[in-house]
């Protein structure tokens, strides 16, 4: 069985290093007491809030990870904008913040305008799309501090305090949506790419896909990896409300599904309130993300640890609400569903697309 660990991704060794920085981070709010832009306190939180007095100012930080690494090979980089944005914004809005503006910083061993450009203009078109600015940003040639090049960005964003997404709220018997993606997002790479070299070889992002079920298709892996994330950010404010606007829908909490799966990130909406979930109708992963795991032989559980496996994007609502969200969701080009719903039980139950039942506490 491979595991995410053995493409050199220790998961336990990250939330433990994560606990350290927010340790220390922490420890510069008090610098800032009785100030404007004075910190909240939010561990295992999907964002930072800083306090500007009838609102909050929300920041967040990811980056595209290794599948630019995959880009760069393929000569692809025109859609890896939409990655990056997807990382920062869709944990902005699990909070209830609208997002205005991003930076972003691109790591690069050695400047290629073309390489730029596309990422940049990917970026753009991300960006405008969900009526984001990008007021700054930064290119740093940095050969041998990497070897190939790094992508990150950080989000701003502002949510009224009254309006921020009460989890403790969560009731059992909420409908839990799910949100279809169609892509990894930018998570699980690592492993994506370990298996894929080891299996086709090399330059395994050339190479026609779907090899093994002797399907005709167009497509290269390169193709199928770089499926760019959906940015769910704008739908989901069809939802909530952008800032000074009414909310549709009382939405009780939102999950981005990213690095950790959907026990982990599901479970930071849930602690508030020491409830579980059935989830019984998830949507089912893409074919060749499924392919790539059999080749992998990557356990289902493993799977459902390391990407998102179809479903981008988890929502609580009240169950007389759900069809009202799913249809504005369609309405944004977002295809959603009723996946399940809150129980008491503590425990997260994935009814994966093997048939196979996965128990999370």
Not at 33 to 56: Q, R
Not at 172 to 191: C, P, T
Not at 219 to 229: A, E
Request: aromatic share 6%.
């Amino acid at each position: 069985m491979t595991t995410y660990k053995d493409s050199g991704v220790d998961i336990a060794a990250g939330d433990s290093a994560s606990k350290a920085a927010y340790a220390a981070a922490a420890k510069t709010f008090a610098s800032r007491k009785g100030m404007i832009g004075a910190p909240v306190f939010e561990v295992g939180g999907y964002a930072g809030f800083l306090d500007m007095g009838d609102y909050y100012l929300v920041m967040t930080d990811d980056g595209t990870g290794t599948k630019i690494d995959v880009a760069l090979a393929a000569g692809n980089c025109k859609t890896l904008g939409s990655d990056l944005l997807a990382m920062v914004t869709d944990d902005a809005v699990c909070t209830g913040a609208e997002v205005i503006a991003v930076s972003n910083t691109i790591d690069i061993a050695k400047v290629d305008p073309k390489v730029i450009g596309d990422l940049m203009q990917g970026l753009s078109d991300a960006c405008s799309a969900q009526k984001i600015v990008i007021p700054a940003g930064e290119i740093a040639e940095v050969p041998g501090a990497v070897h190939s090049a790094t992508w990150s960005a950080t989000a701003i964003g502002i949510v009224a305090k009254d309006r921020v997404i009460n989890t403790g709220t969560i009731a059992v018997g909420d409908a839990v949506i799910a949100l279809r993606e169609n892509g990894a997002r930018s998570n699980g790479f690592s492993l994506i790419r370990k298996i894929l070299s080891e299996k086709i070889g090399k330059e395994w992002w050339n190479e026609p896909a779907n090899q093994k079920t002797n399907k005709p298709t167009n497509n290269t892996w390169g193709d199928l990896v770089l499926t760019p994330s959906v940015v769910y950010h704008s739908a989901i404010l069809e939802l909530i409300g952008r800032y000074g606007k009414k909310p549709t829908i009382n939405v009780k909490a939102i999950s981005h599904i990213t690095g950790g799966g959907i026990g982990s990130k599901f479970r930071r909406v849930l602690k508030k309130t020491g409830l579980g979930a059935d989830l019984t109708d998830l949507f089912d992963p893409p074919a060749w993300l499924t392919e790539i795991a059999a080749m992998g032989n990557v356990a289902t559980e493993e799977c459902y640890k390391t990407w998102c496996m179809g479903n981008g994007m988890l929502i609580v609502v009240d169950p007389n609400n759900a069809q009202e969200a799913i249809t504005h969701l369609k309405k944004s080009g977002i295809e959603a569903k009723v996946a399940g719903e809150i129980t008491e039980d503590p425990a997260i139950i994935v009814h994966a697309h093997d048939k196979s039942i996965l128990n999370f506490r």
